[in-house]
T-cell receptor
Framework: AQKVTQAQTEISVVEKEDVTLDCVYE???????LFWYKQPPSGELVFLIR??????QNEISGRYSWNFQKSTSSFNFTITASQVVDSAVYFC?????????????FGGGTRVLVKP | GAVVSQHPSWVICKSGTSVKIECRSL??????MFWYRQFPKQSLMLMAT?????????EQGVEKDKFLINHASLTLSTLTVTSAHPEDSSFYIC?????????????FGDGTRLSIL
C-alpha cells in the first residue's frame, strides 16, 4: 500500500518570505515517481514537477526548488520569495513505476496563504 | 500542449437526476483517463481508471452502477452520476495520460463542481 503524508495542513506567510512544504511517503515499490501539483482557488490542478526514485538530484525551477531524500522518504518543496499568486493548495503525489503506474496517491494537501 | 477540458464546470441539479460530465483531451489522444473526486478541503481520491474501448476499473468502495464511465473514443471519457443525491455533491476532476507510455504524467481538467439539492 502507498501513502503520502503532508503534515502541514495550512501555512500562512507574508509576501517575500520563503515557505517549505513537507511531504513524506510510504511505498513498497523500489522504483516510483513523485509529483507536486498546485491547486489554486479556481480548482484546476497544475503540474509542477515529476521526480523518479532513482534520481536524487535536487531541482530548482525559478522560485521553486525540490529536495528529494530517499533515505528519509521525503520530497519537500520550497517556494522562495513567496508571492500572493502562490496562494493555493499544494499536493504531493506518488505513483509506482511500471505497469502499475496508473494510480496517483495524493497527500492531504497543504494550503498556502501568502499575505501582501 | 496536453490540454484536458472538462464540461460542465459547474452543475446544480435536483436529487434523483442523472448528471453527465465530459472529459476531453484537446490536443492529444488519451487511451487512459482517470476520474477523481475531491470533497471540500480534502485530497483527491481516485474513483476509476477509464480505458478507451473497454470497461473502466473502479477503486474499492466506488459503486460502478452509481458512477457510470464511458470512454468511447481516444479523446473523450464521460462520467455519469446516476440518480444523484446530496451526498454525491463534490468536485470531480478528470485527468488524461499523454501518449508515450504508462509513465507519462497525468494532465488534469479544470474540474466540475456538482451540487445536488
Amino acid at each position: 500500500a502507498q501513502k503520502v503524508t503532508q503534515a502541514q495542513t495550512e501555512i500562512s506567510v507574508v509576501e517575500k518570505e520563503d515557505v517549505t512544504l513537507d511531504c513524506v511517503y510510504e511505498t513498497r515499490d523500489t522504483t516510483y515517481y513523485l509529483f507536486w501539483y498546485k491547486q489554486p482557488p479556481s480548482g484546476e490542478l497544475v503540474f509542477l514537477i515529476r521526480r523518479n526514485s532513482f534520481d536524487e538530484q535536487n531541482e530548482i525551477s525559478g522560485r521553486y526548488s525540490w529536495n528529494f531524500q530517499k533515505s528519509t522518504s521525503s520530497f519537500n518543496f520550497t517556494i522562495t520569495a513567496s508571492q500572493v499568486v502562490d496562494s493555493a493548495v499544494y499536493f504531493c503525489a506518488l505513483t509506482p513505476y511500471g505497469a502499475a503506474g496508473n494510480k496517483l496517491t495524493f497527500g492531504g494537501g497543504t494550503r498556502v496563504l501568502v499575505k501582501p | 500542449g496536453a490540454v484536458v477540458s472538462q464540461h460542465p464546470s459547474w452543475v446544480i441539479c435536483k436529487s434523483g437526476t442523472s448528471v453527465k460530465i465530459e472529459c476531453r483531451s484537446l490536443d492529444f489522444q488519451a487511451t487512459t483517463m482517470f476520474w477523481y473526486r475531491q470533497f471540500p478541503k480534502q485530497s483527491l481520491m481516485l474513483m476509476a481508471t477509464s480505458n478507451e474501448g473497454s470497461k473502466a476499473t473502479y477503486e474499492q468502495g466506488v459503486e460502478k452502477d452509481k458512477f457510470l464511465i464511458n470512454h468511447a473514443s481516444l479523446t473523450l471519457s464521460t462520467l455519469t452520476v446516476t440518480s444523484a443525491h446530496p451526498e454525491d455533491s463534490s468536485f470531480y476532476i478528470c485527468s488524461a495520460r499523454t501518449e508515450g507510455g504508462i509513465n507519462q504524467p497525468q494532465h488534469f481538467g479544470d474540474g466540475t463542481r456538482l451540487s445536488i439539492l
